[in-house]
């Protein structure tokens, strides 16, 4: 299989097969979409540690054809319900869809690059709030010239069960495991997490890593700003989507008390080397694994923090917006020529009914 390098876990997680996920050259990336919110070298790894994926190709061509599936003993590509599109306005895909040799899975609704990039750009807390006012403010990030294209823009992402299921390990702790206990908000999951939880995971033969996320509005008295970026049902599916965690708790109490160690048996208490805010009585949120002497900092050995992809987006604004609107009137121009071609077939089929 093979995909594009911006990933989608609602398409991954239909993967059972060797699956090879080829992250696009940062050129063709900026060629093809506009610039990429992270590097070459972040994305193989965020990919890498994603628990569906098999193998990654590195340097993939942005427009899969029959040879490149062949040079990887490829039975088909995937990709989401919505198109892609080179910088001359054709379909990536259309060679492999011709042979037969293609496959499409429903993106989820609500999630997308273009999405959090509009958030970031924002930087008000209504996308947690009111959708209404966001889609109101969204200061022209993704507007085409002609209506809104179904591939590009806002829309809400809404959690069920059936995701979470699809997402979970369903494993339970195993007699001989350490259970590893860390916390926090987890927002815009990237390599930063990736290499905390693997640092993490390392820590012992069996691991079997609990990740605790805050609510929205914990993560906001703590952090401030617009955070977090992602609501928690958002980031509850980045977090299960890394291979190495084990099992999330969605809402998990700031302050890591004996209940919560107790009731997970918990064996060890991870946090990273950034700053711990205390509680929200000035308490110390670490204070009982302190005590029990179970607490280990963690040196992920990556400065990478959520703050500054934010910034990254907000120092290439200007680029960004425009990248959205190119890529809404593209997607535009291909819905009004697939509505013109329906509109003539219809008119033959009347014809030929009529003689």
């Known amino acids: 299989y093979s995909k594009h390098g911006h990933h989608d876990s ?24 506009g610039p990429p919110v992270f590097t070459q070298d972040e994305r193989y790894k965020m990919v890498r540690a994603i628990k569906w994926v098999d193998e990654i190709v590195e340097g993939a061509p942005y427009v899969t054809t029959l040879e490149t599936l062949d040079k990887y003993t490829s039975d088909f590509c995937v990709h989401g319900d919505d198109i892609t599109l080179t910088v001359d306005g054709k379909d990536t895909y259309e060679e492999v869809k011709r042979s037969g040799r293609y496959r499409e899975c429903k993106r989820t609704q609500g999630v997308s ?10 930087m008000t807390k ?19 010239p002609k209506g809104h294209s179904p591939w590009t823009g806002v829309s809400q992402f809404l959690q069920t069960s059936q995701k ?3 997402f979970a390990s369903g ?25 905390f939880l693997e640092a993490v995971s390392r820590l012992s033969d069996k691991p079997y890593v609990i990740v605790g996320l805050h609510f929205d509005q914990e993560v906001n008295r703590y952090k401030g700003k617009n955070y977090p970026i ?19 708790v969605i809402g998990a109490p700031y302050a890591v008390t004996r209940e919560l160690l107790d009731h997970f048996k918990v064996d060890l208490v991870c946090h990273g080397k950034t700053e711990v805010h205390p509680d929200k009585d000035g308490s ?9 002497g179970i607490l280990h900092t963690v040196d992920s050995m990556n400065s990478l923090t959520t703050d500054s992809i934010v910034q990254r987006i907000i120092k ?40």
């Open 113 to 122: 690059t273009t999405d959090l990039v509009g958030r970031m750009l924002l």
């Open 171 to 195: 494993q339970e702790p195993q007699p001989g495991d350490t259970i590893i206990y860390v916390a926090g908000a987890f927002d815009l999951f990237h390599i930063g997490h990736v290499d």
């Open 230 to 248: 992602m609501n928690v049902h958002e980031r509850t599916l980045s977090v299960l989507a890394c291979r190495y965690v084990s099992e999330v």
């Open 10 to 33: 609602s398409i991954v997680n239909k993967v059972i097969m060797t699956l090879i996920i080829p992250p696009h050259p940062v050129g063709e990336i900026s060629q093809h979409k």
């Open 316 to 355: 290439n604004r200007l680029l960004f917006e425009a990248r959205n609107q190119k890529k809404e009137a593209k997607e535009m121009a291909v819905i009004q020529a697939m509505k013109r071609r329906e509109e003539e077939k219809g008119k033959e089929r009347a014809q030929a009914v009529n003689h």
């Open 164 to 166: 979470i299921i699809q």
């Open 126 to 144: 209504t996308h947690h709030s009111n959708i209404v006012n966001y889609q109101q403010h969204t200061d022209n990030f993704g507007k085409g």
């Open 284 to 292: 110390d949120p670490y204070a009982e694994p302190r005590k029990k």
